[in-house]
């Protein structure tokens, strides 16, 4: 099982960020997705999120139509995002928690918390052939939770796990990811296909894709900053040759 080629989804939001702070038309949160296609990407994350930070509407409505690669739109479980996403028809509809004040996604979804709501909520999504993936923590309740809903596919937040590293915090470094990797077994045992994702850099992306179970791994500020310096192909190869050798 681990010597299947794992997927990487390059998450652009932050080529939009840099636009944004300037506004205008640069740089190009497409031409940025096209880029990564060609150094290797398996598909595209962005996130919409309620407040437009980064990612716009008509950046979604141009990568929908100009990618060659799956579009995985991240969202909130609201009303207006569920409009929007059965307007474009993405390969993936990744759910995830959004807060106002948050400077970036925290913690996972409530998913056992907020079951029956999600379950209807999730259901014309998958009629309109999108697959639906639940961002969580790595926990039984609610990897469990998202099975029951009909979910495809569930990513388990790896920010616990990566900041402890950072931190040098190496005893709960090494417990976060023994819950990552039990938790991978324990979805994938029940049927969903595991993906992982939120703050993976070289220096910690190389454990967690050699978990058997994990099938894609959706990585972005990190590869974004780390294109000042090496450039955006150049980032996301280097990405993808140690993805590779944790599989070998």
Do not use: W
Request: aromatic content about 4%; hydrophobic content about 45%; glycine content about 8%.
């Amino acid at each position: 099982m681990a010597t299947e080629r794992l997927r990487l989804g390059v998450n652009i939001d932050h080529v939009a960020t840099v636009r944004n702070a300037r506004g205008g038309a640069v740089p190009d949160p497409l031409r940025a997705a096209k880029l990564a296609e060609a150094a290797g990407a398996d598909g595209i994350t962005a996130h919409l999120r309620e407040d437009r930070r980064h990612i716009r509407d008509a950046d979604i409505e141009r990568l929908a139509a100009g990618l060659s690669v799956p579009l995985n739109f991240e969202m909130a479980a609201t009303a207006e995002m569920q409009a929007i996403a059965l307007r474009i028809h993405p390969h993936a509809v990744c759910l995830v928690p959004e807060r106002r004040e948050e400077r970036t996604t925290e913690g996972g979804l409530d998913v056992a918390g907020d079951e029956a709501r999600l379950g209807d909520y999730i259901a014309p999504l998958r009629e309109a052939g999108s697959r639906v993936s639940m961002f969580i923590a790595a926990d039984a309740a609610q990897i469990e939770a998202s099975a029951r809903i009909g979910a495809a596919v569930v990513e388990l937040h790896t920010g616990g796990y990566c900041d402890a590293h950072a931190e040098g915090r190496f005893a709960e470094r090494d417990a976060e990811l023994e819950r990552l990797r039990a938790m991978s077994a324990h979805a994938h045992a029940l049927g969903l296909e595991v993906h992982a994702g939120h703050g993976l850099t070289y220096d910690t992306v190389a454990p967690v894709a050699a978990f058997p179970e994990m099938r894609e791994l959706n990585i972005g500020h990190f590869l974004i900053g780390e294109a000042i310096f090496a450039g955006l192909e150049g980032a996301i190869r280097e990405m993808r040759r140690l993805m590779d050798a944790a599989r070998a």
